[in-house]
Structures are given as C-alpha cells and as structure tokens.
C-alpha cells in the first residue's frame, strides 16, 4: 500500500472513531437526561402526595366522625327495620393510605391535590356485615332513600377481574358484595353537622363471612409483608372463598328455618327481629321490592302495650298486608299494620303515639338532649288524640248502623278516609268535608310521619273536633243523633 493510501487510511479511522465517541457521549447524555426529569417527576409526585397527606393527618378527625355518623345512621335504620347486621367504620389510617397512592400514582400521575381527593374514595368508610345474605337487597334500599347516593357499585365485575394479579384461574367468583358512594342529605343534620353534608363516604355491604374472608385476602395477597403470595397460597384463598360460599347458602336456609319456626310459635316475641322475620315470612316477597318494611320496633312496642306482642293475635291482620297496594297514605308494611289495628280498635290511638314517641330516642341526626326536649309529654297531642278518638268512633259507628249487613267476622279490614264515608254515608257538605280533610292530615302526620304538628295545630285541630261533630249531628237522623251524643259526652 503506499504512503498516500496508508494516511487517507488514518484519517479515516480517526474520524470514524470521533464519530463513535461522539455518539457514545450523546447517547450517554440522553440517558442522564431521562433519569433526570424521570427523578425530577417522580419527586414532584412524591412532593404532592406527601402534601396530600400531610393535608389528610390535619383533617383525619373530620373524616373519622363523618364515617361515624354515616356509621349510626345506617345503624339506626337497619336496626329499626328489624333486619340483623354488625355495622363498623373507620377513617383511613395515613400510613395505609400512603401505600396505596404510590400505587395508584402509576396508573393515574396525579397532578394535583384535588384528583387525589376525588380518585380515594373511601376515605371515611362504613361496613356492614349482614347476618343473612337474603337481607342485602332491603339494606341498599334503606341506604337509597337515607342518603343522597352518588354511585353504587356491585362486586364481582369485569373491573375486579381484569385487576387481579392471581398466577392461575379462580374456581369461585370471589369477593360479593355492594358499595355505595354516599352522602348525608344536608336537611336532615342539625346546624352544627351541616359541614358532614359536602363529604362521600363509601359504605359496604357484604355477609359477615364474606367481610372476614375479605379482610384475610386483602390483607395477604395485596398487602404482602415478605413478598409475592406463591400459586398455592392464592389456590388456599380461593378454596376458603368457596367456603364462604357455601356458608351463606346455609345462612340463607337457616334465615328460612328461623322464619318458619317464629310463624308457629304462640309465646310473646322476644325481640322485634322475631316480629320482624314473621312479617317477612307472611307478606308476599314482591312487596318488600314496593315498599319499606318501617319501624318495626315502634311496632313491637305498640302490640306490647296493648296485648298483642304474640304470633296468634296478630295472624289475622298478617293475611290483610298484601291489601297495602291498595291503600292511599302508607309508605311502609308498618305503617298499614297499624292503621289496620287502629280501623279495627281506636281506642288503641294514644298506646300507638306513646310506643312511636318512646321509641323516638334513637334519631341518629339529632341529639339525645334536643330528642328528650322534643318528645317530652305534650299535652296538646294528647288532647288531640282524645278527640280524634271520639269523631273517628262516630263516624264509624254511624257507617255501622247505616249498613246492617256487615258481618260480625269483618273485624281487619282496610282502613277508609273518613272523607269518604262522610261523602257516602252522611253529607257532601262541602265546608264539612273540608274540616274532615283537615282534621285527618293532622292525624295521618302524627301516624306516619317523624315529627309531630306543631302546637298551635294540634291546638287548634281539636279544638275543631266538636263544632265537625256537632255539624256531622245536624245531618244524620234523630236515631244516630244518641250515638253521637254518647261518644261525645264520654270523650269530649
């Protein structure tokens, strides 16, 4: 080779060799440059979760007490519904918490504070473990209609499975059970709980067997001290899943077995969850998809007071609850028991308001001092009541003798706005009417509703009662005009 190509040759191979340098050291940079902002982001991420969570621990009391009153609401009307179910809470610890969003931050890259608030959705959160799986679809009803309900979310779904990490394929279907994003409707909390009102609460409904097995699986398989759960640690999850399957099928037969057996009992009821069952296990089941069940433990403490807390003396009025769709003014199987025993016995009135305004002390809302203040002995309901008595007697008695051929046997039967049989029975006045009208609203609210009429209107209703009576007197036939005049001067 001559000298000439052996130097071109050189030149070349310097060149080359700047070249590779070169891109080595670009390369080099590139990747420095990456880690770079890869460390500046995930500082910045880290930066605003710690930020996030130093907010939360500042704020975590609030939380706490907010899953607490969510907690003694769903309490008090599962209770009152004589439906059996431990109910819990808890605010989430921060340490927990942290966990969680650096494993969400993957997924989400959070930019700010507010989407960490809005993705962590149980920050106050509430379970209830159901004695009976068969009662879960009633719960969410009563959750429905307590809370301003935001979302509901049912378990297993095809989110849950595309998220599990398990190394093989599951036999059982894993974790059931219901959850509802919710909130306290502002109305219904006193002035100096109207801050709960602008937070969520999660609330979670699943059997008390399906609640533990849940604990043990989260707590294993996603929150693992020393590792990844091995292939057989999760086929042993699954297996126990299966059990718990099992498990509520049998607390489903045995709700059936406790159900029967309390319908052939003549002893008193132990408790309103027997009356409860009984109820359930007479009605047809479709009605309890129409209308709430109510409160059973007013009514318990009702057919106390006045002899009836046994399975015999309330049968009849059992077989007439199917009749509920057929009548105006009931919300609740409840409310249409007591008005068939009060269409059937008046003189039963002030043992109903007595058995309603004890029973009043649990108002999850309102303080137990406000609730004694509130529900202390009002004498103008009595005065009320006792009047009321006396018209609704009358007008029954005067429908009775006006139509002789109703069987002594037709005791339990629905009961008619006394508007109605007025307008039949005795006059279509329409000033009298109106007074009835005004006169029965007055009584419906006192039966049906939470609060009682203020004073003034209990006042001035009774005080109404006898010039209704004397007009009703004017249009009936001197042979009625006694009956009247009895009820009125025992009553009135």
């Known amino acids: ?70 907690a003694m609401i769903c309490e008090t009307i599962i209770q009152r519904s004589g439906i059996r179910a431990i109910v819990t809470y808890r605010a989430k610890k921060p340490d927990s918490l942290k966990e969680k969003l650096i494993k969400r931050n993957a997924a989400k890259k959070y930019q700010n504070i507010e989407q960490l608030y809005k993705d962590i959705v149980d920050l106050s959160g509430v379970r209830i473990a159901i004695y009976f799986p068969g009662d879960r679809e009633e719960i969410g009803k009563l959750i429905e209609s307590e809370f301003n309900t935001e979302r509901v979310k049912r378990f297993p779904n095809s989110e849950q499975k595309l998220n599990q990490e398990d190394p093989f394929k599951r036999r059982f279907t894993g974790y059931d059970a219901v959850h509802y994003r919710v909130r306290i409707r502002e109305e219904k909390l006193e002035e100096n709980n109207k801050r709960f009102a602008h937070a969520q609460a999660e609330i979670q409904i699943a059997s008390a067997l399906m609640h533990a097995w849940a604990e043990v699986e989260h707590d294993l398989a996603y929150k693992p001290q020393i590792g990844r759960l091995s292939e057989e640690e999760f086929k042993i999850l699954d297996e126990l899943n299966g059990l718990v399957l099992s498990g509520e099928t049998a607390l489903e037969r045995l709700q059936k077995a406790f159900k029967q057996r309390i319908a052939s009992i003549e002893q008193q009821f132990n408790n309103h969850y027997e009356l409860a069952a009984l109820i359930r296990e007479k009605i047809d089941s479709s009605l309890l998809k129409d209308y709430f069940m109510g409160r059973v433990d007013i009514l318990l403490k009702f057919l106390q007071k006045v002899g009836m807390d046994n399975p015999q003396r309330i049968c009849p009025y059992l077989h007439s609850l199917d009749n509920i769709r057929s009548a105006r003014g009931c919300k609740t199987i409840v409310d249409y028991f007591v008005d068939l025993i009060l269409n059937h016995k008046p003189d039963y009135y002030n043992q109903y308001v007595e058995a309603k305004y004890e029973s009043s002390y649990n108002n999850p809302y309102v303080s137990i001092r406000k609730q004694i203040m509130l529900n202390k002995e009002n004498k103008h309901l009595s005065f009320f009541i006792g009047r009321w008595i006396a018209l609704e007697k009358t007008i029954k008695m005067i429908q009775h003798e006006k139509d002789k051929q109703v069987e002594a046997k037709a005791d339990v039967k629905q009961r008619e706005s006394l508007v109605c049989v007025i307008r039949r029975d005795i006059s279509a006045d329409e000033l009298l009417l109106e007074d009835i009208k005004y006169l029965e609203e007055t009584r419906n609210r006192i039966v049906y509703s939470a609060d009682i009429p203020d004073n003034v209107q209990l006042k001035n209703s009774a005080e109404s009662i006898p010039v209704v009576l004397n007009k009703i007197r004017e249009q009936v036939p001197d042979e009625l005009k006694a009956i009247i005049d009895e009820i009125a001067l025992f009553r009135i």
């Open 1 to 70: 080779m001559s000298a000439k190509n052996c130097k071109k040759c050189e030149v070349f191979i310097r060149t080359l060799r700047m070249l590779c340098e070169n891109l080595i050291i670009g390369i080099i940079l590139l990747e420095i440059r990456f880690a770079y902002n890869e460390y500046i982001k995930r500082g910045y991420y880290m930066s605003l979760i710690d930020s996030f969570l130093q907010r939360y621990a500042k704020e975590y009391d609030f939380y706490n007490e907010l899953a607490h009153q969510v």
